[in-house]
């Protein structure tokens, strides 16, 4: 079976311009994440799905990032405009959920490495 | 969310057991210890987690302190393809299914 799909692996924009990521979550899986992670440091958070509600947003700058989850299944998650702080791996992660307990394990794509000139 | 202490960086030779340290002075009664692993260039991947009770799965070993406040990662053979970022985390039982990262600890492995 297939992991988390992630793309495109790699994308380089100059800044001002807007960019978008693509998710494809293990199937059969209600909880999708979208975390960014800087050189040198762990993943950070960005915004969490349960189904296609975004039970977590609380760490996604509102001004210039936005993330959809359609449909409870595939996500996309957007920056307009990029700066070049965005730089930076975008992962994206999904698990199952039973009702209100922590899933086991969650299961990471490879990530989109964006850079911003 | 309670949170995990790592060193930066560890080493070890190939063939080796590699103790990897976690103090997690604040856990509470509900959060569970997880333990993840980045190799380079890909993301995550889970590990091994434990609530109280040492555990032992095909990757690696967890052994949790009496009072909870720190845990181990064993690998009891460690290989080239170990060298990786290990990540250890808390989770809370209930009602949160978020995974908060630190800065883990930089596994090298040496021929």
């Known amino acids: 079976e297939a992991g988390v799909v992630q793309s495109p692996r790699y994308k380089i924009i100059e800044k001002k311009q807007p960019v978008a990521f693509w998710c494809n979550p293990i199937?059969?899986?209600?909880?999708l994440y979208w975390y960014r992670q800087n050189l040198g440091q762990g993943p950070e958070l960005l915004i969490r799905y349960e189904n296609e509600e975004a039970v977590d947003d609380s760490q996604l700058p509102k001004d210039r990032f936005s993330a959809e989850r359609l449909k409870g299944v595939d996500s996309t998650l957007k920056i307009q405009p990029a700066e070049l702080g965005d730089s930076a791996v975008y992962l994206c992660?999904?698990?199952?959920?039973?009702?209100?307990?922590?899933?086991?394990?969650?299961?990471f794509g490879q990530g989109t490495r964006l850079t911003v000139v | 969310d309670a949170k995990t202490t790592q060193p930066n960086s560890m080493e070890s030779n190939e063939e080796e057991p590699v103790h990897l340290p976690c103090n997690h002075s604040t856990i509470s009664g509900t959060d569970y210890i997880h333990w993840y692993r980045q190799l380079p260039s890909q993301g995550p991947e889970y590990v091994i987690h434990?609530?109280?009770s040492n555990v032992n799965n095909r990757m690696a070993s967890l052994a949790i302190a009496e009072d909870r406040k720190s845990s181990t990662l064993i690998l009891h053979r460690a290989t080239l393809r170990d060298a990786a970022v290990y990540y250890c985390?808390?989770?809370?039982?209930?009602?949160?299914?978020?995974?908060?990262f630190g800065t883990g600890t930089r596994l090298q492995v040496f021929p």
């Open positions: 199937s059969g899986h209600n909880t």
């Open positions: 434990g609530l109280t």
């Open positions: 992660a999904s698990s199952f959920t039973w009702g209100i307990l922590s899933s086991t394990e969650a299961f």
């Open positions: 985390i808390l989770r809370a039982l209930y009602n949160t299914d978020k995974l908060i």
